[in-house]
Each structure stands twice: as structure tokens, then as C-alpha cells.
């Protein structure tokens, strides 16, 4: 990818209920509850409230330098969603990766 390698981020894990007993870090009712772990973060979100139905149960996080650089080097056909501060695309299996801007990860 254009400008440096993606570096890993964090992963979305889906559930129906789910009791971690961890610091919430950031949350949206009935969607999502983040647990971040200096650099890196788990967020288990509540199956099918995304915008971008993943296939399966798992998403994972890359943070690149320059996003729209990115986004146009794989190709932006590919995306299933594209915003400002991150992108979408689903792998030849159908999970969902996850793109985010560097500077707007936190």
C-alpha cells in the first residue's frame, strides 16, 4: 500500500450478549462496546448493526498512512464502503477489512 505498510489495529468480534467485566472505552447502545488496550483494541459489536453486513463473525483493522491514497491504489471498486477516516472491502471469503486513517484512528 502507497507510503508505508498497513500496521495492525484491532479486531471486531460479533456477539449476541456478552458480560467482559473490562473499562469501557467507547460505546453506542445496542451496537458496539470498545475495549482499548494501548495501541490495539477489541470491539464486539452486536451482529448485523453494522452498515456493511459482514459474511462472517469477524472484522479486522489495518491503519494506513494515507487512506484515499490507499483506497485508490487497490482500487475503489472494491470497497463496499468508503468514508473519510476508513474504508471497507470484503476478502475472497466475505469477512470484512477494515481500513482506517492513521491520524484519525483515536
Do not use: N
Amino acid at each position: 500500500m502507497p507510503g508505508s505498510s498497513p500496521s495492525f489495529a484491532g479486531v471486531e468480534l460479533y456477539f449476541k450478549t456478552v458480560v467482559l467485566g473490562l473499562e469501557v472505552t467507547q460505546e453506542q447502545s445496542g451496537h458496539f462496546a470498545k475495549f482499548d488496550s494501548g495501541s490495539e483494541f477489541i470491539c464486539p459489536e452486536r451482529k448485523e448493526a453494522e452498515s456493511y453486513p459482514s459474511d462472517d463473525k469477524a472484522v479486522l483493522f489495518f491503519q494506513v498512512d494515507d487512506l484515499a491514497a490507499t483506497v485508490a491504489a487497490i482500487g475503489r471498486e472494491l470497497f463496499v464502503q468508503v468514508q473519510p477516516a476508513w474504508a471497507v472491502l470484503h476478502d475472497l471469503e466475505g469477512q470484512d477489512v477494515l481500513l482506517l486513517q492513521k491520524a484519525q484512528l483515536r
